[in-house]
């Protein structure tokens, strides 16, 4: 199953992006610590190396994600031209409060009291860039939920006297090239529900677990999963958790899709990272959609 959410104001809302680009200093990308690239926008990749801006890629809920997997993540694009990356949580006000100091190192030419720094704030749905704005800030000033396309349009507030915060709707791709990565963004809250099957998006999920955080389900649910492939630790938690449907009492694969789903994004199954650059380069160099 191929996942596509592109609703309209992304359209517009990308079109936006593209003309305040031209008058920023530095691209803010707020990514999800547990699926890095997956929640790299290419098109943000594109608007700012078209305008030759540095990008600062910030990611974000890294308490929810496998620090090893983070340190991986954060030397990949640390290589990278033009971009520094660091691991945050906007729960912490210490790892909130250096962002700043790094953009200014991005662009030392605004390191006067003549021009103002900008910062434009930008990436997919629900990786945290209005908490992050609120946080900077000190303030609550945009809606913040666990829902994805909370933000609708182009906000603007100066930081101090010498630096500006432009926040942006997250913004999705027309196409989701690869079926992982649609999987990872699902999983993870990034589209809308009315895009995705949940059952599919679980098993996904439970077959990421199976691979590399088997321990992390018998820990959460009671279970060994030896001899058990996605499709059965998802029934073997409907099976714990008394997942039945009315009058048949047939399990309820959807209900314990949703648990399985709702305790990743909680992080109750602990930190999890759903890619890896290794895992990343592996997919891309067979042509597959696994991650």
Not at 130 to 153: F, H, Q, W, Y
Not at 263 to 291: F, K
Request: with cysteine.
């Amino acid at each position: 199953m191929a996942i596509q959410w592109f609703p309209g104001h992304m359209a517009s809302a990308r079109k936006k992006a593209a003309e305040t680009m031209e008058r920023v200093d530095v691209v803010i990308e707020v990514l999800d610590a547990r699926l890095p690239e997956a929640s790299s926008n290419p098109m943000i990749r594109e608007l700012r190396l078209q305008r030759q801006r540095p990008c600062l890629k910030v990611l974000n809920k890294a308490d929810l994600a496998d620090p090893l997997a983070t340190k991986a993540w954060l030397d990949y694009f640390n290589a990278q031209k033009g971009v520094k990356a660091v691991a945050i949580s906007t729960k912490k006000a210490g790892d909130v409060a250096k962002l700043p100091g790094l953009c200014q190192k991005l662009a030392p030419h605004r390191n006067d009291n003549i021009k103002t720094l900008r910062m434009m704030i930008m990436g997919i749905p629900n990786v945290g860039k209005s908490t992050l704005m609120n946080a900077l800030l000190k303030r609550r000033i945009a809606a913040v939920g666990d829902e994805p396309a909370v933000t609708k349009a182009q906000q603007s507030f100066d930081l101090n006297p010498r630096m500006t915060l432009i926040d942006t709707p997250g913004l999705l791709w027309p196409k989701i090239e690869h079926d992982s990565d649609g999987y990872m963004l699902a999983a993870s809250h990034a589209v809308g529900t009315n895009a995705v099957v949940e059952d599919e998006v679980a098993y996904f999920l439970a077959g990421i677990l199976l691979a590399r955080y088997p321990d992390s389900i018998k820990q959460r649910y009671g279970f060994e999963t030896e001899g058990l492939d996605a499709v059965g630790v998802v029934e073997a938690v409907a099976k714990k958790r008394n997942c039945l449907k009315p009058r048949s009492k047939e399990l309820d694969i959807g209900k314990a899709a949703l648990i399985l789903l709702t305790d990743y994004r909680d992080g109750v199954l602990g930190r999890i990272s759903l890619e890896t650059p290794q895992t990343r380069a592996a997919m891309l160099a067979s042509g597959a959609d696994e991650s």
